[in-house]
């Protein structure tokens, strides 16, 4: 049986707790959050998204365990917050060469792929074959994913959304996307490597 001092220490968190340390703990994680992506918008989204995460998943956890519970989610959060930024930025630079010669234009790489005469960015002949190859390359490579892999590598790296809006609308958990993005990914680079295309 479990002494007085042992149920004290095991009392969970109350509502209130919670909020008060969320309080509490906002404005040094925003400057931790805004240390690391030098970017104030991104950061507070960090810290919303670390919140959120610590509220839905640890928040009937003991209020003395709420501490480093957040700072291993806001860590996460910031390091998933590069490893999105790094692909995406892989792809983007990859379709950069498809974007039309008007700046003003507006340019979504998946027009580009759904394009089959190549005219978002018509140039010489010789270059109009490079782009079809490239685009039918990885058209060809998103069609071999797995569904699952798919949609989620759409959904984050196309569409924008992080990693629990993603889970939410493929109805499953974050690590699943997770777990969906990395092996899509790396199956997309693997799929054009063999066509000689190298994403940077």
Known sequence: MLSSAECKEQKLATQDELSHFLTQVERRAYKQATFAVNDSQTALDIVQDAMIKLAEK???????????????????????HFRRQKVR??????????QPDNPEEE???????????????????????????????????????????????????????????TARIMGCTEGSVKTHCSRANHALAESLKIKGIILT
Do not use: C
């Open 58 to 80: 640890y928040g009937d956890k003991p209020a003395e365990e709420l501490p480093p519970l957040f700072q291993r989610i806001l860590q996460n959060t910031i390091r998933d």
């Open 107 to 165: 340019f979504d790489p998946l027009d580009v792929l759904a394009d089959d005469e190549n005219q978002s960015s018509p140039g010489t002949p010789d270059m109009n074959v490079q782009q079809k190859q490239t685009l039918t390359a990885i058209e060809h490579a998103l069609s071999k994913l797995p569904a699952r892999q798919r949609e989620a590598f759409l959904l984050r790296y196309w569409e924008g959304m992080d990693t629990a809006e």
């Open 89 to 98: 930025s892989s792809w983007t630079t990859l379709f950069s060469a498809f």
